[in-house]
């Protein structure tokens, strides 16, 4: 059962990486940052977008329009806490005794 937990709570945290990473990505796309027409680039662009996309999408349908700021990396955030906090606080010991 301990597995089970320690891969849940893997899969979190790497989703929380990719929530970060995508929204690191988009300001540096959005700022000009980075060179949008390298073949690579787009490539980590696409493959954080189709990952990332549908988690934010039903977020976004929810969320009201702040003019421009997306608020819904923010949410999932929040969200991948909180079950984080739920399977080590809840489940792991319910589990485990």
Sequence with gaps: ???????????????????????????????????????AIAAIGRSLYQLTEPIYRPIRRVL???????????VVLVILYFLEQVIRGVLAPALLS
């Design 1 to 39: 059962m301990i597995a089970v937990i320690n891969t849940l709570l893997f899969i979190i945290s790497i989703a929380w990486f990719l929530v970060i990473a995508s929204a690191i990505f988009s300001w540096l796309y959005a700022f000009n940052v980075i060179n949008a027409n390298n073949q």
């Design 64 to 74: 009201p329009n702040f003019g421009g700021v997306d608020l819904s990396p923010l």
